[in-house]
C-alpha cells in the first residue's frame, strides 16, 4: 500500500463544475503539498499546508491532521485547469524529501 | 529570477552509455533535490543537498547513480551504464529550508 493514496485517479467534470479531489495518507507528515502538472512535465506547487484551510482564487486546500487526510477544491471549474493533480507529503521534521501520490487526471470540458 | 532550469530538455542515449544532467535553481535556495517521474506514476525522491552537503539519498539511488552540487549552487544528476528501467523524466527542484519546492521542466531520458 501506498504511503500517499490518492482519489480519484481519474476525474472528468463539465465547465462549471465543483471539483474534489481526496487525498490520504498513513505516515506522520509536517507539511501536505498540492501540486500541479501539465502535459510535458512542468510541476507547480498549489499549496504547502500543515493545519486548516487555504483558500488562492478558485482553490482551495483542506487538511484534518488526525483524519490523515486533505482535499483539494476547485470552484467553477475550467477547461484549463485540466491537468495531473499531484498530492505530496513531507514526511518528518527533519527533512525536507516529498513522498508523492500517483495523481488525479482531471479534465474538464467546455 | 529565471526560475529553476535543466538542461539537457531531452536526451536520447543507448544502453550502457553514461549520461549527465544538469540543474541550475534559484539563486537564494540552499535546498536543491532530485526526483525520478516514470509515466503515469508520480515523481519518486532520489536525493537532496543544503548547499552543497548531501543529506538524503533514497535506496533507489544506485550505485550507477551520483549527485553533486560542489559549489552548492547548480547540481549535476549522473546516471552510469544506463539501462533501459532508467528511463524517466528526472525532476530537479528547489526551494528555502522547510518552504515550497520549485520545480524545474525536467529531463526526458529514452535509453534505447
Known amino acids: 500500500k501506498n504511503e500517499v493514496e490518492q482519489s480519484p485517479q481519474n476525474l472528468t467534470a463539465q465547465e462549471g463544475e465543483f471539483i474534489t479531489i481526496n487525498c490520504s495518507y498513513s505516515?506522520?507528515?509536517?507539511?501536505l503539498h498540492w501540486l500541479q502538472q501539465h502535459p510535458g512535465g512542468g510541476i507547480v506547487s498549489l499549496f504547502m499546508?500543515?493545519?486548516g484551510k487555504k483558500k488562492h482564487g478558485r482553490l482551495i486546500a483542506t487538511i484534518n491532521i488526525q483524519e490523515k487526510h486533505s482535499s483539494l477544491h476547485i470552484t467553477a471549474s475550467h477547461p484549463r485547469d485540466s491537468a495531473v493533480y499531484i498530492c505530496?507529503?513531507?514526511?518528518?521534521?527533519?527533512?525536507?524529501?516529498?513522498?508523492f501520490g500517483t495523481g488525479t487526471r482531471l479534465q474538464v470540458f467546455p | 529570477d529565471t526560475g529553476v532550469s535543466q538542461d539537457p530538455r531531452h536526451k536520447i542515449t543507448k544502453r550502457g552509455q553514461n549520461v549527465t544532467f544538469r540543474c541550475d535553481p534559484i539563486?537564494?535556495?540552499?535546498?536543491l533535490y532530485w526526483y525520478r517521474q516514470t509515466l503515469g506514476q508520480g515523481p519518486e525522491f532520489l536525493t537532496y543537498?543544503?548547499?552543497?552537503?548531501?543529506?538524503?539519498k533514497s535506496r533507489l539511488l544506485s550505485d550507477r547513480f551520483s549527485a553533486e552540487r560542489p559549489k552548492g549552487s547548480f547540481s549535476t544528476l549522473e546516471i552510469q551504464r544506463t539501462e533501459q528501467g532508467d528511463s524517466a523524466m528526472y525532476l530537479c527542484?528547489?526551494?528555502?529550508?522547510?518552504?515550497?519546492?520549485?520545480f524545474g521542466p525536467g529531463t526526458r531520458l529514452t535509453v534505447l
Open positions: 543537498f543544503q548547499n552543497e552537503a548531501q543529506l538524503e
Open positions: 499546508l500543515s493545519s
Open positions: 505530496a507529503v513531507r514526511s518528518g521534521y527533519n527533512t525536507d524529501k516529498l513522498i
Open positions: 539563486s537564494e535556495h540552499n535546498r
Open positions: 505516515v506522520g507528515i509536517s507539511a
Open positions: 527542484a528547489s526551494s528555502l529550508i522547510g518552504d515550497t519546492q520549485y
